[in-house]
């Protein structure tokens, strides 16, 4: 008894020397079963709350500001031309992108909708038809960029080579005008072979009538005069018949005919018959829904983007001017039937050749 009192006191004696050392106990700890070890030091880790994200990033994001604006500011300062080309370049890249954004808009409407690309409104339809032509420009500079290190090369062919590799949102004001005459000047030297042509067909026309009345309109417009409504609509059995009709048409004359609407004419006839039916039928439509809505719906800027869609330079024509002349052009195309686009497409020519302020 006396000894195991003895071994008692000496055991109680020894605990309590440990519980004083701190650094034992937590050496005991780890063979305590239920009780987690911490190391020495350790502290709680307090996640951050949402208030304090949102303080980062807009930190971050003042900072990038301001960052961007002395980036800009000394741009501007150095180089002044550089930093008049990036600005343009990064606001042609928003407002492709807003084009993107509504174009996507409209394209999921129509799919929930259920309804076809002619049963748009006019804005609807011209925007869709832009874009197309603006991303598949855009596109191609993108493919030609993909190899390794070709960005840089892009960069200088846009700089070199705005026109032919920028769509209408990478140019500037000047630009933009000088750019338009250009493509016009160009689609203005096929007028003389579509003249010509017309010519050439006529012997193969059945009617003694048709053949003098587009014998007098070739040399009308041939003079410098501008046709009236009725002696373009008089032609319209000689274009939904051979030999003017749009599937009886020769390469020769496709070729003449894609230059005048700015396509390619190097591509194969079927191929050349192809694009010439798609991009006719859609000024057609665009015809349609433009006279649902009214000319004087539209604006300055509006007006003149169509007139030149239609052949006519409206750069150096007054609102007015375009106008009138718009609205002889939907006069034509509005009483033409699918089989007499070819009409439509030779309009192209007939009605803008000699309009007022155009000769050059």
């Not at 000894?3 to 020397?17: D, I, K, Y």
């Not at 855009?138 to 090369?153: M, Q």
């Not at 003249?195 to 053949?211: F, M, N, R, S, T």
Request: hydrophobic share 40%.
């Amino acid at each position: 008894m006396a000894l195991s009192r003895v071994c008692w006191a000496r055991a109680a004696l020894w605990g309590s020397a440990l519980a004083r050392r701190p650094g034992v106990t937590r050496e005991l700890q780890l063979f305590r079963p239920g009780v987690a070890w911490r190391a020495p030091g350790s502290s709680k880790i307090h996640l951050s709350s949402k208030a304090e994200v949102k303080s980062l990033i807009s930190y971050v994001v003042t900072k990038t500001k301001a960052i961007n604006g002395k980036y800009h500011a000394f741009l501007n300062r150095r180089f002044p031309r550089v930093y008049l080309l990036y600005t343009i370049f990064m606001k042609g890249l928003q407002m492709l992108w807003a084009d993107a954004k509504k174009a996507r808009r409209i394209k999921t409407n129509m799919w929930k909708q259920n309804i076809k690309f002619h049963q748009l409104s006019y804005r609807e339809m011209e925007h869709l038809r832009q874009f197309r032509r603006d991303i598949t420009k855009f596109f191609f500079l993108g493919v030609i960029s993909v190899p390794p290190f070709a960005n840089y090369l892009v960069f200088v062919l846009m700089y070199l080579f705005p026109r032919q590799l920028l769509v209408q949102h990478f140019w500037t004001p000047e630009q933009k005008v000088d750019f338009l005459d250009v493509y016009h000047g160009l689609r203005k030297q096929s007028h003389p072979d579509v003249l010509h042509y017309l010519e050439k067909g006529i012997p193969l026309i059945p009617d003694a009538g048709l053949q003098k009345h587009m014998t007098e309109l070739c040399t009308k417009i041939k003079r410098g005069t501008h046709p009236e409504i009725h002696e373009i609509l008089a032609l319209r059995e000689c274009f939904s018949n051979p030999p003017l009709g749009l599937d009886q048409l020769q390469a020769f004359q496709m070729k003449a005919l894609s230059r005048a609407m700015l396509l390619t004419p190097y591509l194969p006839s079927v191929l050349l018959r192809y694009r010439l039916r798609t991009h006719t039928t859609v000024i057609h439509q665009l015809d349609k829904a433009l006279t649902k809505l009214g000319i004087g719906q539209l604006t300055a800027q509006e007006v003149k983007s169509a007139c030149y869609l239609r052949g006519l330079n409206s750069n150096h024509i007054a609102e007015e001017r375009c106008r009138t002349w718009l609205g002889e052009w939907l006069r034509i195309s509005c009483s033409l039937k699918e089989a007499e686009l070819s009409l439509l497409l030779h309009n192209l020519v007939l009605l803008s050749t000699n309009y007022t302020g155009t000769r050059f």
